[in-house]
Every structure is written in C-alpha cells, then in structure tokens.
C-alpha cells in the first residue's frame, strides 16, 4: 500500500482525537457558562441522537456522491464549529452549537469506513479493517489523556485542539486518493480472488455482528457514563475512572490488534459467544464486589468482548462489494443506539433501584442477545 492510501488511518486517529478531547472541554465550557448536570447531559443526548438520525442519511449520499467529498466537507465543518464555539457568550448558544457535532460526525464516520472497505480487495480488508480500528483507537485514548492536560492549560485549549486535529484530518483526506482510484486498481489487478463467502451466510453473521455490538455498546454506555458516579459515591477520585477507561479500552485495542492478524474467526459463531459470556461475568463482578483489582479484571473482559463484536460488526459490513455506505450507516447508527438507550436505561436504574443495578442489567442484556443471535444463525433465509 502507498503512503498516500495510507492518509485516511491518520484522519481517523486525528477525528478521534479530536472528539474525545471535546468531552471535557464542552462539559468544562457548559459548566462555566452555569449548566447543570441535566442541561449537560439533555445536550449529550441531542447530540447522540441526531448522530443516529444522520448516520444513515449520510451513509447513503456516501455511495451516491462519493466519500471524499462528504469526508472533507464534514472535517472542515467540525474545525469550524470548534472555533466558533468558545465565542459562545450563553448556554442557549452553546446548546444550539454542540450538538450539531452529532450531525457533522454522522457525515464522517459511516463514509470513512465505507471508503476504508473500498481501498483494495477482499484479501487485504482484514488488514485494512484492523489499522482503522486501531487508529481510532489510538486516537480516542490520545484525546482523553491530552484534553485533561491541556484544560490546565487553558480552557478552550481543548476545543482549539479539536479544531485543529479535525482541520489537520481535512487535509489527510485531500492527500488522500479518492475511492475511485482503488476500484481502479482491483479491475486492473489480474492475480486471482478469493472465492467469496455466501451472501446468505455474510447476511447471516452481518445480523449477528449487529446484534452482538448493539448489546454490547448498550452496556458500555452504561459503564461510560454511570459508572463515574458510583466511584464518586465510593469516595475514589476521578483518575480511577479514567485508569479503569484505560484497561477497557486497551484490551479493545488488544483485541483489534489479534482478530487482524488472523482468519480464524470469520463466520464462526462460538468466538461471539464466548466474549459475550465473558463480558456478562465482568458485569458481575462489578455487580457483586467492590474490590478494584475484580472491577479491573471485569473491565479488560469488557473490553476484549467490545472489540470482538465491533470487528465482526464492521468487518461483515465491508466484506461485500455494494452499499458500503448505507451498511456502514447502520453499523453506527446501531452501535450509538444502544449507547443512547444504555445513557437512560442505567440513570433511571441507578436512581431508583439502585446505584449497582445497572450492572446486573448489563449482565442479563449480554446472556438475552445470544437468543436472538442463535436465532438468526439457524434461520434458513433472511
């Protein structure tokens, strides 16, 4: 692969970085500007849901118009509305401007990752799949360690970074060649193709893949965002949070890392099974102690089922040569739908039932997807 098809690895790491650096810049901002909790979190939810509302309207327009146009219009946007931002002189400003970041990221990522599938053929997509995985990984732990050192600094600081990283991102994509270019070079290539997969059996395990993510970011939102306050209650500081994040998420990256490296898991039902079962026991262990060394433990589970089910989930919706754009629309849109449901689901849990009863939800939520799973995997047509 060139250096230059190699750009669009780079953006994906910098927009990552860019919007999880946003989080505590914006909440920060929201604060300072008198927010609440509440306020706070209504414009969180706004954003998230015009995210899913748009993920499919933009996935669509990707494969009608092109990805690199939507990309670099998209990036462009969000440095523009993170300088515009911290001019923002009142809380009615503020939550008109930000959650229009859920419009603007619904134009990026289901038409980086369609055009992610288009660069090559089907031999290298699993290499492909797994350096955008742990490029925006990358990115994602880069902006949450960064944006807490850089808010000491100043803070807008962190918004000014995000700003740039998504202007940098623009340019990534600009050096970047179109998908069009690719496509060109498959027909060109004369070396043999692998013999595709079924279509019924992709279609089959492109609907497991789904199901299995929605479970599975349906309980990760609940650990995101509820499981701060738990600690909080507990009397820990805010740094075990963000410590026990990063075992979550490095086991991600972990898994993104070995799931490339190797065929064996494609269209096999029983890995699916296992990390779910195993994230379901993570659940309890948070669930039933309140030893940190047994949360830490649940947490790397966690993460080693979230990366499984994120990779089948991406990589089935790219293994096929059509409607790259849409199937990777309803990746997104699926994967921020049960983050959104999990923000309401886990808050109304924690305050009426009580603060550990999200967790046993998430256990339970992980063991009732497999039905549905096995369900679709013993279907004879779809």
Known sequence: MSLRKKFIYFAALLMDMSTSSTTLGVT????RLGASSSAIGAMASVYRLLYVIFCQIFGKLSDRIGRKRINQ?????FSLLYMLIPFCRGLKQLAILFPLTGVILSAVWPAMEAWVGEHGDRRTLLKRVRTFNLSWTAGLLIGYFSSGYIHNLHVFAPLYLASAGSFCAAIALTIQPSPEVGIAERQEDASPQPDAADPKLVAKYLYIGWVAVFTSY?????????FQKLLYDMGMEP????????????????MFFVLGATER?????????????????????????????????GLVLIGLNTGMTYFSSIYYSLCRETGLGNK???HETIIHSGVLSSTIIGGLLADHVGLKAPYIFCAAAMIIGLPVQLFILRRRSL
Request: glycine residues 8%; aromatic residues 20%.
């Open 218 to 226: 349906l309980t990760l939102g609940i650990m995101r965002y509820i």
């Open 265 to 297: 898991w494609h269209f096999k039902f029983a890995p699916l099974v296992v990390f779910q079962i195993l994230s379901s026991l993570g659940f309890v262990a948070v669930w039933l102690t309140n030893s940190l060394e047994l949360w830490v433990f």
């Open 328 to 330: 990777a629309g309803w």
């Open 73 to 77: 219009i998209a990036c462009l946007s």
């Open 28 to 31: 920060a901002f929201a604060t």
């Open 239 to 254: 740094s075990v949070f963000g410590w026990m994040m990063v075992c979550q998420t490095g086991a991600q990256f972990l």
